[in-house]
């Protein structure tokens, strides 16, 4: 079946624009994660859905990132004021539920992000 | 300190060669422990789950100490295909109620004919 899917794969901006990164997550899955890979290192955690609601949200660097996932499937994360710092590849993940400490996340592909 | 701290090798090793990555990780209430692999400009994909006892999938064998709070990855007869960066996870699960992965940095393996 379809894995994980995140549009665009890439994305280049200007300081200060505005950004939305897109994920799909696989069919079914009430979890939903996005993280944050910065060169050089492994993923970081930003923030975790359960269904609807941004059950952590604690991993979001500051008020300029914002994610919603309005109907528990589809999830944008939001980034406002872009700064070159913020310059990494988006990864969003998806688990079956998250009950379980051995449920496996399924990644998607990522959205390149460059600040210049 | 990190949370998850690994060795960031460049390892290369020739074809059909034994190799041993570690991993540390700084909090005991860790729950659940796994190893990923991700191959250049890709996702991380889930390699194998980590258990107390050990557990062991095909060349792959990885290990878990507890009490030392240290993880090992052991590859045998490796494969040009194993060229990859390996990933230590720990899951925090438990803390929040879901699992909230903590990733290391990764090792670098390169595998060479």
């Known amino acids: 079946g379809a894995g994980v899917s995140q549009t665009p794969s890439n994305k280049v901006t200007e300081k200060g624009k505005y950004v939305e990164l897109r994920c799909d997550p696989i069919s079914g899955h009430t979890a939903l994660y996005w993280y944050r890979q910065s060169l050089g290192q492994g993923p970081e955690f930003l923030i975790y859905f359960q269904g609807t609601g941004a059950a952590d949200d604690s991993g979001l660097p500051n008020d300029r990132f914002f994610a919603v996932r309005p109907e528990g499937s589809v999830s944008t994360l939001k980034i406002q004021r872009t700064e070159r710092g913020d310059s990494a590849v988006y990864l969003c993940?998806?688990?079956?539920?998250?009950?379980?400490?051995?449920?496996?996340?399924?990644f998607g592909p990522g959205t390149r992000l460059t600040v210049l | 300190r990190k949370e998850v701290e690994q060795d960031p090798g460049p390892f290369n090793v020739p074809e059909g060669a034994t190799v041993a990555f570690n991993c540390t990780y700084s909090n005991s209430a860790s729950q659940s422990f796994f190893w990923y692999r991700q191959d250049c400009r890709k996702e991380p994909k889930l390699l194998m789950s980590?258990?107390?006892s050990g557990n062991e999938d095909g060349r792959f064998t990885a290990q878990l100490n507890r009490a030392s709070q240290y993880i090992s990855l052991l590859i045998r007869d490796s494969k040009l295909s194993d060229s990859a960066t390996y990933l230590c996870v720990v899951n925090m699960y438990g803390s929040g109620g879901y699992n909230k992965l903590i990733f290391g940095a990764g090792t670098r393996l390169a595998v060479h004919p």
């Open positions: 980590v258990y107390s």
């Open positions: 993940a998806s688990s079956y539920t998250a009950d379980s400490s051995y449920n496996e996340q399924f």
